[in-house]
Nanobody, 134 residues
Framework: QVQLVESGGGLVQPGGSLRLSCAAS????????VGWFRQAPGNEREGVSYISSSSGTTYSSGGSTDYGDCVKGRFTISRDNAKHTVYLKMNSLKAEDTGVYYC????????????????????WGQGTQVTVSS
């Protein structure tokens, strides 16, 4: 069964940090572009970051990356092919970072649009809740 599973969410105070993980079952995540998105109540799902494939190497942080303007300088995406996992390290968290965070995988790499377009991705995880509050 092809599945993505996010973990690492929780409650954190403003200024704190969390590290989210995205793992796959039924396929090897290493070969595909992965995006992180988030959705706050009443808002549309928005792109947080993405990392491209590192072509099955064992580079721990391989692939091109990009970030949404609201998280640049605070969040870092990486992948560990030895663990078949993509991470999102979130520092200096703010209340407005609160939401459900989803990872998604692009299996085909055929879409020529932007990395933050939802239509680019073929499979989504169930999400993990991140709440930033004092």
């Amino acid at each position: 069964q092809v599945q993505l599973v996010e973990s690492g969410g929780g409650l954190v105070q403003p200024g704190g940090s969390l590290r989210l993980s995205c793992a796959a079952s039924g396929f090897t995540l290493d070969f595909y572009t992965v995006g992180w998105f988030r959705q706050a109540p009443g808002n549309e799902r928005e792109g947080v970051s993405y990392i491209s494939s590192s072509s099955g190497t064992t580079y721990s942080s391989g692939g091109s990356t990009d970030y949404g303007d609201c998280v640049k300088g605070r969040f870092t995406i990486s992948r560990d092919n030895a663990k078949h996992t993509v991470y999102l390290k979130m520092n200096s968290l703010k209340a407005e970072d609160t939401g459900v965070y989803y990872c998604a995988v692009d299996f085909t790499s055929l879409y020529a649009g932007n990395w933050y377009d939802l239509i680019k991705y073929d499979r989504w995880g169930q999400g993990t809740q991140v709440t930033v509050s004092s």
